[in-house]
């Protein structure tokens, strides 16, 4: 089988297994992140398989919908990839991607690195703001039943990976504790340049819903 084929056997598979998803991690999230990473590789030295394999891949079963398995996605990829005779070295390598792509939280330290997670991270943090990233936030909050805002509860800058993953604050507080914080922490130049313009927009949203929450109407 050619890289063109796998490619194609990934993407049926990855659609075949997020036919049900919640909506802000869906096929159609998998897409757009693909399609970024793609574009970012473009202006980067990188392998593209790794990079497409680790874009279709990266959410195969993300611990949050798996009661915080970290592991599962990983070990799914490499058992697909594996069931398709790709190179050790590649499944190892997409492993890695899947295991490290996360944002965990303001103290957590990403443990591994390389071109092709760069890329793919910049894409997927590409697709957390902006109006898409907004959409995406608000979705999974009403998936999770959480308040939109409560001025009471305020975002915690500090939080160990633990409690960043245990959170169950309002959504808005999601934009100072992760959102806002994804333009400084791109990898690429064009993860960079097509963060600012996403950016600019959560802040003039951000200030919109608070002057329509304390009645300026």
Not at 118 to 137: H, M, W
Request: glycine share 6%; charged share 35%; net charge negative.
């Amino acid at each position: 089988m050619d890289k063109d084929e796998l490619i194609k056997c990934t993407e049926n598979f990855v659609r075949e297994n997020l036919a049900d998803a919640e909506g802000g991690h869906d096929w159609w999230h998998i897409f757009r992140v693909w399609n970024s990473a793609k574009h970012i590789a473009e202006t980067e030295d990188v392998d593209l398989f790794v990079v497409e394999l680790g874009a279709l891949l990266h959410d195969i079963a993300d611990s949050k919908f798996h009661d915080g398995d970290e592991e599962i996605g990983p070990r799914k990829a490499k058992q697909f990839l594996s069931s398709l005779g790709v190179e050790n070295d590649i499944v190892e390598h997409v492993e890695r991607i899947i295991a490290n792509i996360s944002f965990k939280g303001g103290k957590e330290k990403q443990k591994f690195k390389s071109p092709e997670l760069d890329v793919i991270q910049d894409a997927d943090r590409l697709d957390a703001i902006g109006a898409i990233g907004i959409a995406r936030a608000f979705n999974y909050g009403g998936h999770k039943n959480r308040e939109l805002y409560n001025p009471e509860i305020e975002a915690n800058l500090n939080m160990t990976k633990e409690a960043y993953k245990n959170s169950s604050a309002p959504t808005l507080n999601h934009f100072d504790e992760k959102l806002l914080l994804l333009k400084d922490r791109m990898n690429t130049t064009t993860g960079r340049e097509l963060a600012e313009r996403r950016h600019e927009f959560m802040i003039q949203f951000l200030d919109e819903f608070h002057k329509e929450w304390s009645g300026e109407l």
